[in-house]
C-alpha cells in the first residue's frame, strides 16, 4: 500500500488552500454505502441507553411537541436536529468554505472560561470505573492484529487537550473534539440512540472534560446546552449521516484550543491518528492514541486500520499541519463483515462540514 506522509500531504494542500484559495470538495448523498456494524460507546447497562448498539431503524422520528421549529421539517439526510425539536432544513445552511481554521489555545486564566472547576469526587470516579464493557463487547470491537495505542500521558498539550472524555450519568461513555470555544464534536450515537425509537441523552446527565486523565480534569467540566445531529441519523440511524454535535456552556476551548476540519480530497492512504477514551484502558479514564492509514472510503464513510476500542466513538480522525491538527472524520464504527480488517468513521464531507458550523455560529 502506498503510503502519503502526514507532512507531504499538508504541505501540498495547504498550498492549496491558501496560495491560490482553491479546494476539491466532496458531498455526501443518501446513496452512498454505509457499515452495518456495532456502535463504539461505553454505556453502563444499568443506566439510560443513548446510543445505538445497532443500526435497525428506518422511520421518521417525531420532534418534541413544545419546540420551536426553525425551517421546515424536510427528509434531507443532512438537515440539521436538535435535542429540542428543532429542524433547520439542510439548504438554508450551506456554507460557501470547505476549511475551518482552529486554535492552539492558552492555558492561562482557566477559571475565566466558565468551565466548572469543582474535582471529580469518589463517587463519581468509581462510577467512571465500573462501566467498563463486559468482556464479550471489547472483544467484538477492533484491535486489528497486534494493539498498536499508545497513551497520552498526560494529554496537556495541543491538540490533545482538545480531545475531551464524554461522561453520562458519570459512566464512562464517549469521546469527543472541540472545534471552537463551545463547541464539541462527537458520533450521533453519543447524543441519540438512532432512529424513531431512539431517545435523546438527557442534558444534565452529560459532562464533558477535555484533557482528562486519571481523575485528573485540569480543564473542569462543561455540560450542553444542547445536543445536534442529522436527520439521518435521527430519522433512521444511517451510518453515514452518524454525527453529533454538543453546544457547550462553557468557553474551554479558549483555554484547550480547538481543531480545525475540513474537506479532504483526496483521503486514500492519508495518514491518520485518532484519540480518545477506550473503555479497555482504565475504564475508559485514560486518553490514547493510534495512528494507521486511510485505506479506501467513500463519498461518506473513511475506512482504515488505526486500533480503537469502544468509548473512542466520536474521536477526531486528524491530521496534523505545523502546530495545528485538522480532523478529515469522525470515529464511529469497528470492523464489520463488510469491511473486515478496517474501523471506521464518518467522512467531514461538504455536507458535514456545513452541519458542525452551523452550530458553531450559534449563540
Known amino acids: 500500500?502506498?503510503?502519503?506522509?502526514?507532512?507531504?500531504?499538508?504541505?501540498?494542500?495547504?498550498?492549496?488552500?491558501?496560495?491560490?484559495?482553491?479546494?476539491?470538495?466532496?458531498?455526501?448523498?443518501?446513496?452512498?454505502?454505509?457499515?452495518?456494524?456495532?456502535?463504539?460507546?461505553?454505556?453502563?447497562?444499568?443506566?439510560?441507553?443513548?446510543?445505538?448498539?445497532?443500526?435497525?431503524?428506518?422511520?421518521?422520528?417525531?420532534?418534541?411537541?413544545?419546540?420551536?421549529?426553525?425551517?421546515?421539517?424536510?427528509?434531507?439526510?443532512?438537515?440539521?436536529?436538535?435535542?429540542?425539536?428543532?429542524?433547520?432544513?439542510?439548504?438554508?445552511?450551506?456554507?460557501?468554505?470547505?476549511?475551518?481554521?482552529?486554535?492552539?489555545?492558552?492555558?492561562?486564566?482557566?477559571?475565566?472560561?466558565?468551565?466548572?472547576?469543582?474535582?471529580?469526587?469518589?463517587?463519581?470516579?468509581?462510577?467512571?470505573?465500573?462501566?467498563?464493557?463486559?468482556?464479550?463487547?471489547?472483544?467484538?470491537?477492533?484491535?486489528?492484529?497486534?494493539?498498536?495505542?499508545?497513551?497520552?500521558?498526560?494529554?496537556?498539550?495541543?491538540?490533545?487537550?482538545?480531545?475531551?472524555?464524554?461522561?453520562?450519568?458519570?459512566?464512562?461513555?464517549?469521546?469527543?473534539?472541540?472545534?471552537?470555544?463551545?463547541?464539541?464534536?462527537?458520533?450521533?450515537?453519543?447524543?441519540?440512540?438512532?432512529?424513531?425509537?431512539?431517545?435523546?441523552?438527557?442534558?444534565?446527565?452529560?459532562?464533558?472534560?477535555?484533557?482528562?486523565?486519571d481523575g485528573n480534569a485540569p480543564y473542569g467540566f462543561c455540560t450542553p446546552k444542547e445536543l445536534y445531529s442529522s436527520s439521518g441519523w435521527i430519522s433512521s440511524a444511517d451510518s453515514d449521516s452518524d454525527i453529533g454535535i454538543i453546544k457547550l456552556n462553557c468557553e474551554v476551548g479558549n483555554s484547550t484550543g480547538y481543531l480545525s476540519y475540513f474537506v479532504a480530497n483526496p483521503v486514500d492512504n492519508t495518514a491518520i491518528t485518532i484519540n480518545g477514551y477506550p473503555g479497555d484502558k482504565a475504564s475508559g479514564t485514560q486518553q490514547w492514541g493510534s495512528k494507521g492509514t486511510v485505506s479506501n472510503s467513500t463519498a461518506s464513510k473513511l475506512y482504515y486500520d488505526n486500533d480503537t476500542i469502544g468509548g473512542m466513538s466520536g474521536s477526531p480522525v486528524w491530521v496534523k499541519n505545523g502546530e495545528t491538527a485538522w480532523a478529515i472524520g469522525i470515529h464511529t464504527n469497528g470492523e464489520s463483515i463488510l469491511s473486515p480488517n478496517t474501523n471506521s468513521g464518518t467522512r467531514i464531507s461538504q455536507n458535514v462540514f456545513d452541519l458542525i458550523t452551523a452550530v458553531k455560529a450559534l449563540p
Not at 495547504?14 to 470538495?25: K, M
Not at 454505502?33 to 443513548?50: I, M
Not at 431503524?57 to 411537541?65: G, I
Not at 435535542?83 to 492552539?104: A, E, R
Request: aromatic share 6%; net charge negative.
Open 1 to 213: 500500500m502506498n503510503r502519503i506522509s502526514q507532512a507531504q500531504m499538508l504541505r501540498t494542500r495547504a498550498a492549496t488552500v491558501i496560495l491560490i484559495a482553491t479546494f476539491s470538495l466532496v458531498g455526501c448523498n443518501s446513496s452512498s454505502s454505509s457499515v452495518d456494524s456495532t456502535q463504539q460507546d461505553t454505556s453502563a447497562a444499568n443506566t439510560t441507553v443513548v446510543a445505538a448498539s445497532t443500526i435497525d431503524s428506518a422511520s421518521t422520528a417525531t420532534p418534541a411537541t413544545n419546540s420551536t421549529v426553525l425551517a421546515a421539517p424536510t427528509n434531507t439526510q443532512y438537515s440539521l436536529v436538535s435535542s429540542s425539536g428543532q429542524v433547520t432544513d439542510s439548504s438554508t445552511i450551506q456554507q460557501n468554505s470547505s476549511l475551518s481554521f482552529g486554535s492552539t489555545g492558552s492555558t492561562t486564566n482557566t477559571e475565566s472560561n466558565g468551565a466548572d472547576m469543582t474535582p471529580p469526587s469518589e463517587a463519581e470516579l468509581a462510577a467512571m470505573k465500573i462501566s467498563t464493557m463486559p468482556t464479550a463487547r471489547i472483544i467484538q470491537e477492533s484491535i486489528l492484529g497486534f494493539d498498536t495505542r499508545y497513551q497520552i500521558n498526560p494529554p496537556n498539550t495541543y491538540p490533545e487537550r482538545a480531545v475531551a472524555l464524554i461522561t453520562y450519568n458519570n459512566n464512562s461513555h464517549c469521546t469527543g473534539w472541540l472545534v471552537s470555544k463551545d463547541t464539541l464534536v462527537t458520533a450521533g450515537h453519543c447524543v441519540h440512540g438512532g432512529g424513531s425509537n431512539g431517545l435523546w441523552g438527557t442534558l444534565s446527565a452529560f459532562k464533558i472534560y477535555p484533557g482528562f486523565s
